[in-house]
């Protein structure tokens, strides 16, 4: 007999075309009803559903032709975000300076509360950016800084921010300290006394990432917070690939100030970031787009940009609504499934070495393979054009490799595709 169930397993690992597909709001539904349904199981027996992880799925709409195993680079956002954004677009069109100013702009309000409920911190800590890379540059060249002050950071953050940071050095004679921790086998107390142990008297700032975004390492953010403050040195984190990847609050960081992208694992559309700045230290740092002394204890100083949408914003909260209901634990243990899934089928194997640690705690649904053997370019290219497969090379990486980011639509069925796959590509390149 042909049940829901056995439909839905034979559908599993099918893209869905746009017109095959429920509407979105229901969509969404219908993934946050079943999370609710589930919420007495544990998060570790949900990663194991098949069923539900379909429903998530349908709230999407992916190219039938390809896996998409680089989320990491941006996520699709779910449909419902998307279409809440492509509306409030068009709406601001019909008249932009009474739409988009008077009607939508404040609306935007609501999307800032909840993004602070989410991170854990106040309205007023909470600044709305396109991305990241803006929310990062706000922080580095927001610091007071002179020449001969240090900056202690790592060749694991984003290469940007380095750049950013090398900027000031040139410019104003900052001295930035770049530490290059190993690829592998540190713990998070190894981590944490790296950084510690290379602070001076004469440093001013640390910067690090929550999670890096080539080996996807979980670092000890709550321990050198913790450490630095004692030595009143600044803590910038870049949480780009943490922030609704897995559950977390700043409860339990207790970072002054913290940035990411909300269009990686939000599922927000591209054009969203966060920005936040403990209240007490808003004052003291300086907006990239000079505002009047009015602003200093504002944290919509750091929002001045000019004239732009209000439609990504808007939609940060159909993309909460969705991420948040289907649940942000449930979210990392099925990524850690995934992970788990594809990585143990490489366990020992020298010509395809997975660098991102196994433990929960170190890492969450971002994969690093170091290809010692093979051009990960290669590789990467071989995946996608034999097999439909999207991943990332890091070719200019220590130990050049490929990256794999499943997202919450993943089936198990395209993760095994990819694993043979992989096998295949290796085989025929070496
Ligand atoms: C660790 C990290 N920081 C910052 C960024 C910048 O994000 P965005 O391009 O959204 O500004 C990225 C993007 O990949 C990243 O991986």
Redesign the pocket.
């Known amino acids: 007999m042909t049940t829901r169930r056995t439909i839905l397993k034979a559908l599993a690992g099918v893209a869905f075309a746009a017109d095959m597909l429920p509407p979105a709001a229901e969509a969404a539904d219908t993934a946050v009803d079943a999370a609710r349904h589930r919420a007495h199981l544990d998060p570790n027996v949900i990663a194991k559903d098949e069923d539900f992880w379909l429903m998530v799925r349908q709230a999407y709409v992916l190219d039938s032709n390809i896996v998409n195993l680089n989320n990491?680079?941006?996520s699709p956002a779910p449909r419902v975000a998307l279409e809440a954004m492509k509306r409030a677009l068009d709406a601001a069109n019909v008249n932009p300076s009474i739409v988009l100013l008077r009607e939508q702009e404040p609306r935007v309000e609501q999307a800032r509360r909840e993004l602070a409920r989410l991170f854990g911190c106040e309205s007023m800590e909470m600044a709305i950016t396109r991305?990241?890379?803006?929310s990062?540059a706000t922080l580095v060249m927001g610091m007071d800084l002179k020449s001969g002050d240090e900056v202690i950071t790592t060749d694991h953050s984003?290469p940007?921010?380095l750049q950013t940071w090398r900027q000031r050095s040139r410019r104003e004679g900052i001295v930035v300290k770049v530490l290059s921790p190993s690829s592998e086998g540190q713990s998070q107390g190894d981590l944490a006394n790296l950084v510690m142990n290379a602070v001076t008297e004469r440093t001013r700032v640390i910067e690090i990432?929550h999670?890096?975004?080539v080996l996807g390492r979980i670092w000890p953010v709550k321990e050198i917070v913790a450490q630095a403050r004692l030595r009143k040195i600044d803590v910038i984190v870049?949480g780009?690939?943490a922030l609704a990847h897995f559950p977390f609050t700043n409860a339990e960081l207790n970072c002054d100030f913290y940035a990411s992208?909300l269009?990686?694992w939000l599922g927000a559309p591209i054009g969203t970031?966060m920005l936040f700045v403990r209240k007490e230290r808003i004052a003291g740092m300086w907006a990239l787009m000079p505002q009047p002394a009015t602003l200093d204890n504002d944290i919509k100083k750091f929002e001045e940009t000019g004239t732009r949408p209000a439609a990504m914003r808007l939609a940060i909260l159909e993309a909460l609504r969705f991420t948040v209901g289907i649940g942000i634990d449930r979210k990392a243990a099925r990524l850690r499934f995934l992970r788990d899934r594809w990585s143990a089928r490489l366990v020992g194997r020298e010509e395809a070495r997975v660098l991102t640690p196994s433990d929960p705690t170190l890492a969450c649904g971002i994969g690093y393979v170091a290809t010692p053997k093979h051009d990960c370019v290669k590789v990467a290219a071989r995946l996608m054009e034999k097999h439909g497969i999207s991943i990332t090379a890091v070719p200019t990486w220590r130990e050049p490799g490929v990256r794999i980011s499943p997202n919450v639509y993943t089936s198990l069925a395209e993760i095994d595709q990819f694993s043979e796959a992989f096998d295949t590509v290796l085989r025929d390149l070496a």
């Open positions: 990491g680079g941006s991305n990241a890379s803006e990062l984003y940007r921010v990432c999670v890096t975004n870049d780009a690939h992208t269009h990686k970031g």
